[in-house]
């Protein structure tokens, strides 16, 4: 009994790191969510993995979209037409990812992993312009990278907003606090595209997605309350989560081969 309780007590603490980092810097939260499933919390499937991570990926999103919404600090038309072009892709991204083989994706996601890593520390001292934000005129450069950023999701199960945050600000020069809040309308809505092609597979353990939701819920909270005050340091963030990911990339690697 108390390893029960001990084994849901791990994954509740998972899914609240997954939900802290969402909140604080708009993704990276969710690129986690996987391997802490995997290596972490000890699911056998990795397909079943990503159906999970999907689908508490998408619920936490939400509940730290509606913290900052509260704020005034989501673009909605924005977001709208971000999520939108996004939807078609993350269904086609799920789609061949089930095909291919369990540990083959993980490797191939441990890869997307060091990606993301240089990704963030290339753009750790990226400056937004102070009152930039959404024009018509930048729809089709958010249009295109709503697709990417779609697809990227639905084959690795992830929200993408580590893709999306940088993307928004240089599609529409908003400043990075609104990049984050609008990021997770598409990272929920593709989060739960995504999630909807695994479960007409029945690939989701809906006992551990309720657990990782669980502790997401508190760490969004907690998270988005942090980024409205170190809004300031996103670069030392960013930096500090990089180094995580390259650790977590290495040895998701070392296992896979």
């Not at 997954?18 to 802490?36: E, Q, Y």
């Not at 990049?179 to 006992?207: H, M, P, Q």
Request: proline share 2%.
């Amino acid at each position: 009994m108390d390893s029960v309780i001990l084994h849901a007590a791990i994954e509740i603490a998972c899914g609240t790191l997954v939900g802290f980092t969402l909140g604080l810097i708009g993704g990276g939260g969710s690129i986690l969510a996987v391997p802490l499933m995997v290596y972490v919390v000890g699911v056998a499937n990795p397909h079943v993995a990503i159906g999970t991570s999907a689908f508490a990926v998408a619920v936490n999103a939400l509940a730290g979209l509606t913290h900052h919404a509260r704020s005034g600090v989501v673009q909605w038309r924005c977001a709208g037409l971000f999520a939108g072009c996004g939807v078609a892709g993350a269904l086609l991204g799920a789609t061949i990812g089930k095909a291919v083989d369990g540990q083959r994706l993980l490797l191939c996601f441990a890869l997307l992993m060091i990606v993301v890593g240089v990704l963030m520390l290339r753009g750790r001292k990226r400056v937004a312009c102070a009152g930039g934000g959404f024009t018509w005129a930048a729809a089709p450069k958010v249009m295109g990278c709503g697709l990417g950023a779609g697809v990227l999701s639905g084959f690795f199960g992830i929200g993408g907003g580590f893709l999306i945050v940088p993307a928004l600000i240089a599609a529409t020069g908003m400043p990075i606090l609104n990049a984050i809040g609008t990021s997770l309308v598409a990272v929920s809505v593709f989060g739960f595209s995504t999630a909807a092609s695994y479960l007409a597979s029945g690939l989701i353990d809906w006992r551990l997605a309720g657990l990782f939701i669980l502790g997401g819920v508190a760490g969004s909270f907690v998270g988005t309350r942090a980024a409205r005050s170190m809004a300031g340091k996103t670069g030392l963030l960013s930096t500090l989560f990089a180094c995580v990911i390259f650790l977590v990339a290495t040895y998701m690697i070392w296992r896979s081969v």
